[in-house]
């Protein structure tokens, strides 16, 4: 059984562009997570998609985005880059509420 | 208040002893309960998973949760030099929508 997979594995970009990451699931799990971890800090979350819908987002301001397509798969969208974006940004799959998460490599973004 | 709440690391064993890891959280809507092993420069992968009081043993991992004293705990028992790495403690709650993490614990297996 294939993984959740995440691209790129690395990311750079300058402050003020955008950057699109995206995230294929565990088949046949339908919700989508985003965290964040910067370097040397805990996971935070930033956003739960599940079957299509965005469930909640964490305290990220607005220029952090994203959307879950038909197949459940998943795009993280930060625009306005900025030089604390810097950071491991992690995707996890699950069946859903209370089910256990499974997590990507991550995406490692560098705003320089 | 944080969420999730770990006792602060990092924590040093000796090969062989049992490590034990704790996790108090404030929400006492919470229903599910992970725990999470991260090594340095991965993404964390789980260990453990709990949803009723008491203990859940597998293999040298036994993860124990009190859901009146808002609190969950792993040990680690015969622990190798390969256990070491940050361990994460998460809760869930289909009320909210979200899986909280704490700050995490970094265990030292000395050989």
């Known amino acids: 059984e294939a993984g959740v997979t995440q691209s790129p594995t690395h990311l750079i970009k300058t402050r003020g562009q955008q950057a699109t990451l995206r995230c294929s699931p565990i088949?046949?799990?339908?919700?989508v997570y985003w965290y964040q971890q910067a370097l040397g800090l805990g996971l935070q979350f930033l956003l739960w998609?599940?079957?299509?819908?965005?469930?909640n987002r964490g305290n990220f301001p607005p220029r952090f985005s994203g959307r879950q397509f038909p197949n459940y798969s998943s795009e993280l969208n930060v625009n306005a880059l900025e030089l604390e974006d810097s950071a491991l940004y992690l995707c996890?799959?699950?069946?859903?509420?209370?089910?256990?998460?499974?997590f990507g490599n991550g995406t490692r973004l560098t705003v320089t | 208040q944080k969420e999730v709440e770990q006792n602060s690391g990092p924590l040093s064993v000796p090969e062989g002893a049992i490590a034990s890891l704790n996790c108090t959280y404030s929400?006492?809507?919470?229903?599910?309960f992970f725990w999470y092993r991260q090594y340095s420069g991965k993404s964390p992968e789980l260990i453990m998973f709990?949803?009723?009081?008491g203990d859940k043993e597998d293999g040298r991992f036994t993860a124990q949760l009190n859901k009146a004293s808002q609190y969950v705990s792993l040990l680690i028992r015969d622990s190798q030099p390969s256990d070491s790495a940050t361990y994460l403690c998460?809760?869930?709650?289909?009320?909210?929508?979200?899986?909280?993490f704490g700050a995490g614990t970094t265990v030292t297996v000395r050989a």
């Open positions: 996890a799959s699950s069946f859903g509420a209370n089910s256990p998460l499974h």
């Open positions: 088949s046949g799990h339908t919700s």
């Open positions: 998609y599940d079957e299509g819908e965005e469930r």
């Open positions: 929400d006492r809507g919470s229903q599910s």
């Open positions: 709990i949803y009723s009081n």
């Open positions: 998460a809760r869930g709650s289909s009320n909210d929508y979200k899986l909280s």
